[in-house]
């Protein structure tokens, strides 16, 4: 990874600070901490790494749709997946970051994506209910990064957003449709929602308390809302709708409070740190399949090389 040296001086934090205090974009060519740096790369690479893991689990759906519309849909939703990849490689490399770094720290199992895509998608009912929990969580972090303080991150979330949007649109759609529908098409939606209720509500993050990372982002205002009050929202909004298409939520413990929030019961944050560390779910195939990816498009990047360098010399002559 490229490190920038900076000599930082108390001044030149209290301005720094003082412009994200005032709402304003920290811009790439402008003066910030080396931690901030740091933590844009590894928070923007991370999620850009999502994007382009997340359409594995879906993309393997295509040849199953069972119509030409849903096939259409699912292919622009995992084009759009692949596009927001691309916005933020595009982000991160505006910190320093090389593309080959980024990937090679994918490759090599080092950098870590979204855990959520290391579970299985066992029937066709697991792409609606992706598209309605995991895009709808998804529009909930993205939503927030939207003001962050990092302006091309902040400005790539305002697109990724409307696209996240239909997908959620889509999935909700699907899984109201399969709710109403034959019994067999309910049991489907249902059991697609016992697996993936809890799975959604880990990928919000660990609570406030043991998000080591939390601290340094809301103080420099990249995160603008905490886990928790992201995972309350969300709960909020899905539960009522989830209940109102005639699902039952797997959680015995689910009720809500006094004020009307919807509160969730224990979650086991055990499976979550076994997913994210690659020791329960399909981690080593997820890689495993963007190793070979990254091996078949070799001829690509070549091709593309050799054309650049080309231009590059017609230029010059």
Known sequence: MTTLILEETPEQL?????RIAAGEKIEPGDWMPAEYRRQLIRMISQHAHSEVVGMLPEGEWISFAPSLKRKLILMAKVQDEAGHGQYLYHAAE?????REEMMDALLSGKAKYSSI??????????VGMIGWLVDGAAIKNQTMLAGCSYGPYSRAMVRICSEETFHHKQGKEMIVLYAQGTPEQRDMAQDALNRWWWPSLMMLGPHDADSPNSGVLSRWGVKLKSNDEVRQEYMNEHVPELLEAGLSIPDPDLHQDERGNWQHGPIDWTEFWAVVKGERGLNKERLGARQQAHTDGAWVRDALAACAAREIGATRA
């Open 14 to 18: 209290a301005i720094f600070e003082a």
């Open 94 to 98: 505006t910190l320093g970051a090389t």
């Open 117 to 126: 895509f290391n579970y299985p998608t066992h029937t066709w009912a697991d």
